[in-house]
């Protein structure tokens, strides 16, 4: 290593202080998106154990009490549970569209050839769960549930992948996240038309003008993050108060995010070496146009990122971390008795994550293969198709999300308790199976 080498390798990096030894690991396990698995199996957790413990009352209300606020004759003033099903999850979906977005431009699913076998498959693993709860349930009260089983968790799903670590191939490991990305298109589009009632449409107006407005700043090359927050706020409302559940509009704007950075490398470069320039020369002596330099060089290498990138880097903390447990504290606890394993509507969702999800994916999955359509990974048997089918069977967050919308009082209850079951059983047959088909080495 040359002496030059030395000198840019020391001055690379950041002055260190004490701190840093505490906040940089901390950093580190913020951006593992495993670990949000498994702080979301803890706060579920939390909560089956507070909402059946002495303290259940005031657990369970505290998530029914409201606040809002008023604005003349208008007031939006809503329970703890709506503001985080309604408000902190369109953040969530925003995210979820973010990763739609990411795959289809970028990713696995922007080759249809490669993307072929995951459509196919979470076409199957999710027809096949909506048609066993509704068989189940046609003429109940809880006939609208249909749509519960038909979406995958990502965060459990990525954390029994880390669990199995490298005894899984890595193309069985792609396959298993497009197709949870497919599953939650599907769950959005079930949100969008199944579950919206009531609909005002000069409230979707309002929506719509927004999608409008936020296309047209694109187009006229505005780039205050602060604008585009103002608008999504807008769009947000219209949706909210149209009667479209208020999270399609996260995931509209996620799906709008530019995933070109505004500000190419070869630009930064240049932007970079002038700048140098100028602060090697007489510029370093005036700490006001050295300070331009420094800010016109911090703004540049900000936006060599994409907007797309930067949202999803920044975020997946507050997601992963606050937004998911939050949702799970104020949706997971239920009161459960032994009875409750046995109510119909939570067998039938037992039946349709369980059994509907690996049935549905193994069955398309063949048949997309063996028409032509589609072609297996390499490295991946029809053994262990059957192991990430079971593995897509769980289906917690977006499950507990829509039988919310569809079904409420002791139904709810009962879905939950289905959920909850359904989605440990598809977790540990899953791992099971994929640790017993692992490919001999």
């Not at 000198?7 to 940089?24: A, F, N, T, Y």
């Not at 003349?72 to 990763?99: C, P, R, T």
């Not at 693993?125 to 968790?153: C, K, N």
């Not at 070109?260 to 240049?270: D, N, P, Q, V």
């Amino acid at each position: 290593m040359t002496e030059d080498t030395k000198i840019c390798d020391e001055l690379s990096g950041l002055p260190s202080d004490p701190i840093d030894s505490i906040v940089d690991p901390l950093k580190r396990f913020l951006h593992i998106e495993s670990t949000s698995g498994i702080v979301l199996l803890v706060a579920t957790i939390l909560a089956l154990i507070l909402a059946n413990s002495p303290v259940a009352e005031g657990f369970l209300a505290l998530w029914k009490k409201t606040f809002g606020f008023r604005i003349g004759e208008f007031q939006m003033n809503y329970s703890f549970q709506h503001w985080i099903n309604d408000f902190l999850m369109a953040i969530f979906f925003f995210v979820i569209g973010l990763e739609v977005k990411r795959e289809l431009v970028l990713g696995e699913l922007r080759d249809i050839r490669r993307a072929a076998l995951p459509i196919i498959g979470a076409i199957g693993g999710m027809l096949v769960p909506a048609l066993i709860y509704f068989a189940l349930q046609h003429g109940s009260p809880a006939e609208r549930g249909w749509g519960i089983p038909m979406a995958t968790d990502i965060a459990f799903v990525v954390g029994c992948l880390v669990v199995l670590g490298s005894r899984i191939p890595n193309s069985l490991r792609v396959m298993l996240l497009s197709l949870a990305i497919v599953d939650d298109i599907g769950a959005i589009l079930v949100i969008a038309i199944g579950y919206t009632e009531n609909l005002n449409l000069n409230a979707l107006v309002l929506g719509l003008l927004g999608i409008a407005c936020l296309l047209g700043l694109m187009k006229l090359g505005v780039r205050n993050i602060a604008v585009y927050l103002g608008v999504a706020l807008l769009i947000w409302f219209g949706f909210h108060e149209s009667g479209i559940h208020a999270t399609i509009a996260g995931v509209i704007v996620g799906l709008l995010t530019p995933t070109r950075a505004w500000i190419s490398e070869g630009r930064l470069h240049k932007i970079v070496n002038r700048s140098m320039c100028f602060l090697q020369g007489e510029g370093w002596s005036s700490s006001s146009e050295r300070y331009a330099a420094l800010r016109r060089m911090e703004r540049a290498a900000r936006k060599t990122i994409s907007p797309l990138e930067r949202f999803e880097t920044d975020l997946h903390p507050w997601v992963g971390f606050v937004i998911m447990p939050v949702f799970a504290l104020a949706n997971a606890g239920v009161t459960i008795q032994v009875s409750d394993f046995t109510n119909p509507v939570a067998i039938a969702v037992i039946m349709g994550l369980f059994v509907g999800k690996p049935v549905g994916i193994v069955l398309f999955s063949w048949v997309g293969v063996k028409s032509g359509l589609a072609k297996l990974p390499e490295g991946v048997n029809w053994s262990m198709i059957t192991g990430g089918g079971f593995l897509a069977g769980i289906g917690f967050t977006m499950a507990i999300f829509i039988a919310s919308l569809a079904l409420d009082g002791n139904l709810l209850s009962a879905a939950k308790v289905g959920i909850l079951a359904g989605s440990v059983l598809s977790a540990v047959v899953g791992v099971i199976l994929l640790i017993l088909f692992q490919p001999k080495r």
